[in-house]
Structures are given as structure tokens and as C-alpha cells.
């Protein structure tokens, strides 16, 4: 559907490098990453709205790199959605019909199906200023349907919404890409928002892709510690690996494989990481004995930072679970997490 | 700022300083001349003729500045390019150059030794002493207040909104008169406004390209060195009379296309 092979961009402050991505016909496919790190430029150079140094887009096999984008099929609906100010909701929903060859019955059925799921049939006759931030994001969304797209590029569609709205509009994003035969290519740098959303992702990082692959793959197996950072892996230390084991420092894991290369990374999910006062008697492999150093509240859960040996482990935990286990700064924990837990790159 | 402060009674100090500045000389010569006198001189022929040709010539320099000044505004308010800077002071040449150069400097290349100037002359296009050399003179010193005042505005206009309607088919000529031209409209029409109120006050660059035809203030200039104060102020108040209701006119139409948006 959508291949890109070594697209390399600069433009003034951002430079995109050896790009290479390629997205199925009608997938959601979501780029992540830290803010700056070029995911709106390379939308906008797959719309067509920024020049290209080097490299090639395909769309649906033909090379578009060179045409212009109202020739692309290529509809963008960026963070701020960028409604037209001077016109009603409805003529900026209507606005691509001016540039588009299509039968009015046709044009009129599309209209009421896209006002009617994204439910802005109350709005229609208002200016975008008049709007709340979801019906701004609703109404940019049936624009940029209206004129029947091959791709549907979204830039942070969510981000500027209240986080209550945020799931809502989630669900009607996921419900309007499996109705329709759209590839849908998002912007986030949200990573549960990724999770809920995608078939497949790419991370990317200073202008570059770090991993594609599908959710789970960046989930939990990440390429780099750029990228298993980014998904959560909060714990993330350089190891040496011997046999079946890694040692940071002097604490050896166990890993129940063994890895090619003998110096890497391990990292495990602070979820994954299992607390209590004494030992536990469990087919967890890896078990050890620190001191709480630090203790964070994060809303519904816990971090508690314990150290074993100089090396501090960050760990998820309930509130109920640090009360009943009396947990607080400076007192001795134990703290086991199984083999498979244990990430090694 | 709190009311009590020093401080505070200095800002303001200064500001009646400067309103009354500002205010009282115009005020002084706005009530000086008798209504009789103003009748009278608003049925003198010449004095019609030379406000109506300082109204007209500057409308021209707008209409000038507007149709070549909006694209190089839309140029400089997109692009980022080497020498950008440089053009922008280019642009800014006319606001700083001392007026009698101004019309000096016009002179010199439409001039009959100059190529330029022999090109006009064969084209029967004289520029000393014609409503031509004014216009030209008064788009020159016009030109800079039209293109920064529209560069602003273009400036204003997000370019992801041109970016959204190139995506949904516009070519970039449907995306500019579609979006960004209603869009920037009362940026044009304050250009415009800039642009034309300062060509009417010019005098030092127009009384050496032309001092006939008469412009009003050529005309305002010459009745004072004739016969002095009294004989020229009249002619003053007509004319800041009228400009000021035109661009009360235009003001306020903008101002309700402003609430209609």
C-alpha cells in the first residue's frame, strides 16, 4: 500500500534519514515517538506537502513522490485539525466536492453516512470557532473522508483533547477504520493510545526509524534501549551474558536461553517485577533481597525504586499492596520476577 | 502595575505629554479657519483638482502595491531562503531614504540620459511633471507599508490550513483564492490603508518629480510660501478631512467583515 524506501528529508531544523517503511493496503499502522522526532514531517512528505531530498514513495505501487498532493488521494487531519475559519461546518466538510469529480447522489449519500457516524449533524450550520475541541476533531475527521481517500494521514488527532474525551473518540477512530476500506497511517507519541489502536507500528527517534513491527513485537521485544525506554521498560541495564545467565555487576539473572552476543542490554517491565516482605516460594527464577530507596505515587499505582547491589529496580505496585506490606523508605524487600520476564537485546 | 507607584504616574505622565503632543497642534489647526473660509475654498476649482489628484494617485499606488506587492508578501511570509533578510531591507529602503532623494533618485533613471528614461520617452510615457511620475513617486514610498502589513497577515495564516486543502484536491491557485486570500483580505485592505494614507502625505518626492500637476500637499505648500499660514490651512483641513473619513470608510468595513467571520 504505502512503501517508502530511503527517504531522506531536510528541512530547516529536521532531517529525516534512510527512511524505509511499508504499510499494508487498509492497516492501522501507528508512528510513534518522542516529540521532535520527525513523525509530522514524514506524514507530511507522504501527503506530498514537503519536498524530498532523496528516496522514493510508493502508493498502491505507483511512485508518487514527484506529483503533487491534491493528486496524491491522500487526506491529513493534523493536531490542531485546522478547520477552515471563514467557512461553516458544512462547507468545510463539503470543500474537497469542489475538486473531486463525483456523482451527486453519491456525494449526498457519503455526506449523511459520515455526518451521521461522526455525529456532527447538529453542527453543521456553525463556524469552527464555536466549536468544542471533539466536534472540531469530528468534523476534520468527515472532512477528510468526504472526498473518499486511499490513505488517511492523522497527526496526534487525540492530543489536544480532554483525556476523558480521549477514549471515546479512541473507540469511534478504531470503529470508523474498520468500517471503511481507509489505510490509516497516526501520529502519537502516546504509547498506550498505540497499543489500543494498531495492527502495526514503527518507533521512530531523531529522524530515524528505530523498530517497525507489530504491537506486540515493539511491546516486548524492543531493538534498542531508545526504544524499550520509550515502551515502558523502565528497567534497562548494559549486562554481560555467559551461558544461560546475564550479570549486572556481580547480580547474575537467570535467563533460561542463551543469548548470541555476549554484552547487551536486559530489561524487564516494572509490572513484571513481584514484591514482598519474604521470600517467595515460586517457579520465579530470579529472586533478590534490596532496600526500598525511593517510593513515587503514580495515581492508581505505586513505583517503588529498590536497590540490590547498587543497581535500582523500578517496580509497579497497587496502593492496597503497599499498605498491606507496611512498605516505606529504607526498609528490606525481596523482589523475583521470572526468566521469560527478562528482555535481552 | 500598581495604581500608587511612581512608576506608574511616570507612564502615564508621558503618555498625556505625548497625546497632547500630538493632539494639540492638529487640534489648533483643524479649528483655526472660519467656516466661511472653508466654503469658500472647497469651491475653488484648483483646490478640488489637487485633493481629488492626491486621492486618486495614492488609491493608485494601493492598487500597485496590492496587485505586485501580494505575491512577493506571500513569498516572503512561506519561505525561508538565503538572502531573505537582505530583500526584506530592500523593501524597507523607501520608509528610510530621506524624501527628496526618493524623487532624486526616480529622476535619475527615468531621466532622458538613462536608458530606462529613453525607453518612456519613446513609449510617449513622460514621468517629470505627469500623474504618472506622482504614481510612481507614491508607489515607491507606499510599497514597503503594503508588503509588511500583508506579509504579516499572510504570516498569520497557518500553512497547515493551505496543506489541508492541497490534500483534499486544490491545486496551490484554488488553495490561495479559496483559503489563504479570504483569509488575509483585511490584512490587504489595512495594507491598503497604510499604503495609501502614507502616499497622500508625501510632498518632498513628488514636489521634485512634479510639482505640477498639484497634488494637495504640493498645492498646501505653495499657499503657504505665497501667502502664507492663513491661506494654507483651509486647504490642510479639507484635506485630512477627507482622508480621515476614507479611512474611517474602510476601517469600519473591515471591521464588520470581522464579525461576519
Redesign the interface.
Known amino acids: 500500500m504505502i512503501k517508502i524506501e530511503n527517504l531522506n528529508i531536510h528541512l530547516n531544523e529536521f532531517t529525516l534519514r534512510d527512511i524505509n517503511l511499508s504499510i499494508k493496503e487498509n492497516e492501522f499502522f501507528i508512528l510513534m515517538g518522542p516529540t521532535g522526532a520527525g513523525k509530522t514531517v514524514l506524514l507530511e512528505a507522504i501527503a506530498g506537502l514537503i519536498p524530498v531530498k532523496s528516496g522514493t514513495i510508493f502508493i498502491q505501487g505507483r511512485d508518487v513522490t514527484k506529483l503533487p498532493p491534491e493528486k496524491r488521494g491522500i487526506s491529513i487531519v493534523y493536531q490542531d485539525y485546522c478547520l477552515f475559519p471563514h467557512m461553516t461546518v458544512l462547507e468545510n466538510i463539503k470543500y474537497g466536492l469542489h475538486f473531486h469529480k463525483l456523482d451527486n447522489t453519491l456525494a449526498e449519500k457519503r455526506f449523511d453516512q459520515l455526518v451521521g457516524v461522526l455525529d456532527v449533524s447538529h453542527l453543521l450550520k456553525r463556524l469552527p470557532a464555536n466549536l468544542s475541541g471533539g466536534e472540531l476533531q469530528r468534523v476534520a475527521m468527515a472532512r477528510a473522508l468526504m472526498v473518499n481517500p486511499r490513505v488517511l494521514l492523522l497527526d496526534e488527532p487525540l492530543s489536544a483533547l480532554d483525556p476523558g474525551f480521549r477514549s471515546d473518540l479512541r473507540s469511534g477512530l478504531k470503529r470508523l477504520h474498520n468500517s471503511s476500506n481507509i489505510t490509516f497511517l497516526m501520529v502519537t507519541h502516546d504509547f498506550a493510545e498505540a497499543l489500543s489502536l494498531a495492527d502495526r507500528a514503527a518507533v521512530m527517534n531523531h529522524g530515524k526509524i528505530e523498530q517497525e513491527g507489530t504491537m506486540e513485537g515493539i511491546f516486548k521485544r524492543p531493538h534498542s534501549t531508545f526504544v524499550a525506554n520509550f515502551v515502558g521498560m523502565k528497567n534497562l541495564f548494559a549486562a554481560r551474558f555467559l551461558g544461560t545467565t546475564a550479570l549486572i555487576e556481580n547480580l547474575k539473572f537467570e535467563l533460561g536461553r542463551s543469548p548470541v552476543n555476549s554484552h547487551g542490554y536486559i530489561a524487564i517491565r516494572p509490572e513484571d517485577i513481584v514484591l514482598s516482605t519474604e521470600k517467595l516460594t515460586s517457579t520465579m527464577r530470579n529472586s533478590f533481597i534490596g532496600r526500598v530507596n525511593a517510593i513515587f505515587d503514580q495515581g492508581f499505582y505505586y513505583e517503588v525504586d529498590v536497590i540490590v547491589e547498587d543497581v535500582t529496580f523500578k517496580s509497579l505496585i497497587t496502593k492496597n499492596a503497599l499498605f498491606e506490606m507496611s512498605i516505606h523508605e529504607g526498609i528490606d524487600l525481596f523482589l523475583s520476577f521470572k526468566a521469560t520476564a527478562i528482555h535481552h537485546f | 502595575m500598581r495604581s500608587k507607584e511612581p512608576f506608574f504616574w511616570i507612564t502615564v505622565s508621558c503618555g498625556i505629554v505625548i497625546m497632547a503632543f500630538i493632539l494639540l497642534p492638529l487640534i489648533e489647526m483643524m479649528t483655526a479657519p472660519s467656516i466661511a473660509m472653508l466654503k469658500e475654498t472647497i469651491k475653488d476649482k484648483d483646490v478640488v483638482r489637487s485633493i481629488w489628484l492626491s486621492i486618486y494617485t495614492a488609491g493608485l499606488a494601493a492598487i500597485i502595491s496590492f496587485v505586485f506587492g501580494t505575491p512577493l508578501a506571500y513569498l516572503l511570509a512561506r519561505t ?1 531562503f538565503t538572502g531573505k533578510r537582505l530583500i526584506e531591507g530592500i523593501i524597507d529602503l523607501p520608509i528610510i531614504i530621506p524624501h527628496p532623494v526618493v524623487g532624486i533618485a526616480i529622476l535619475s533613471v527615468a531621466g532622458r540620459n538613462h536608458w530606462i528614461g529613453q525607453i518612456f520617452s519613446d513609449l510617449g510615457i513622460r514621468i517629470m511633471g505627469s500623474v504618472t511620475g506622482i504614481v510612481v513617486v507614491l508607489t515607491f514610498v507606499g510599497l514597503p507599508f503594503y508588503v509588511n502589513a500583508v506579509k504579516n497577515g499572510f504570516e498569520g495564516i ?1 500553512p ?2 493551505e ?10 491557485f ?1 488553495t490561495f483564492f ?2 489563504t486570500f ?2 488575509a483580505w483585511r490584512s490587504m485592505l489595512i495594507g491598503i490603508i497604510m499604503c495609501s494614507a502614507r502616499a497622500i502625505s508625501e510632498f518632498g518626492a513628488v514636489v521634485i518629480v512634479a510639482y505640477h500637476p498639484m497634488i494637495a500637499p504640493v498645492m498646501i505648500y505653495e499657499r503657504f510660501e505665497a501667502y502664507g499660514l492663513k491661506y494654507s490651512q483651509p486647504v490642510a483641513v479639507w484635506l485630512v478631512t477627507i482622508c480621515l473619513s476614507l479611512f474611517l470608510i474602510l476601517r469600519i468595513l473591515t471591521l464588520r467583515n470581522k464579525r461576519k ?1
Open positions: 525561508e497557518s497547515r490550513l496543506n489541508v486543502s492541497r490534500s483534499l484536491g486544490a491545486s496551490m484554488s479559496r483559503i479570504p483569509l467571520a
